[in-house]
DNA sequence: GGAGTATATGAAGAAAAGCTCATATTTTGG
DNA sequence: CCAAAATATGAGCTTTTCTTCATATACTCC
């Protein structure tokens, strides 16, 4: 992986001192805040290791460049996001296709509930960015999970996991996102994670019935 | 200075002449093209007025500042979205629901489709801002027009129209939205439009089912 | 303890972008 | 045709942001 680098979106070292992995945590920590308290456009450089209470050449030490800054922090995301997916995934393994998705839903939500603020800001951090390979490797990453877990229901024909993947899993992220654009009560978020996972639910029926009928 | 707008967020001047009328064009025509061409990190005043054939001071003649001119750019775009939206909701009216879904999907997907890249990059320029009313907006007005849409189905119970609305449009806009982040293929695409409408009427489907036992 | 490596510092240069204003040109209406 | 209003210009001032580098401190391990 230290081969192409792209766009100089690699870490410049890696730390292997503990108080180094600890000035890293703290850069990670303050774009955070930052990104909270600021928003994208007044994220800068100085403001983030001014925060993280080290010196900007000591970030320019791990990190080449803000966008590779943004990446990083947006990887480390995703990466934890992707394990939980596959945790469920894997979980739900042979279970009814109706107990996947809600559990898929479960687990998205979730995520992204805990800490919704964050959820917005990385939003908006990643749009920012005008290339935007992360994403579509996440995309990759979480739809093979879901791909394997779909192709082992208990109540689904196998071939059909495709379809059922790519649509069950743009609907479900994209509605969970929109969900959190708009900013909606508490009741109402509620209410429109149940509908959701009814909808797929309802979609998943009649999809059974379908392929009952041409068998 | 007139009263200090919110965030100077207005337009300095409202063209009456037809020559300044044709510049205002020309900027959001820029804009547009800067957008596609360089992305959002790259979009200056200079890089745009440049484009549009103007000086910068004309620019700022019309738009305070940068974040104005992005929010007008993105509030016509989204005016023009609306409008269309408001007159499928219109013609729809009093037709089953599985009708208005359908129609609904197709008017979407159609304008977002139409200019897929200019989509993606107003999509991005949104982001970019901090402060977000925009969207809000847009979905407070088309959600008032679906609304009275779904009210007048000949087919539901007016008084689920509420979590109806609320359920469908969340899912349609951000299915779409998400279905354009990644880069699908042709085929792809239209399966998964195809799979929305199926998922919504199945819902629909099954909303009936259970007011019906209710009733 | 000391040599060698890892990490931290922050002043300062360079580049970029935002924005203004004094001035010039065009249009309008009487 | 002329004065007032509208529109256009763009050099250049200001502010912000990025990034580097020479130097200093801390750690590791023999």
Redesign the interface.
Known sequence: MTAHASQGAKPRKTPVQSRSRVTVDAIFEATIQVLLSE????LTTTRVSERAGVSVGTMYQYFPNKQALIIALNARYLNALAERVEATCARMAGQPAAEMVSALIETYWTAKTERADLTQAL??SV????NNVL??DF?TRVGAATMSMFRQTSDLPPQDAT?IN??LT??I???????F???LGME?IT??KA??I???C??L??FQHRTQMTA
Do not use: F, H, K, P
């Open positions: 928003g994208m456009t007044r939003y908006r749009a920012a960015l005008d994403m579509q995309a379809e790519l649509t743009t609907v992220y994209g509605a969970v996102r929109n969900a654009e708009r900013e109402q209410a429109l509908s959701l009814d909808m797929c309802a979609w029926i009649s």
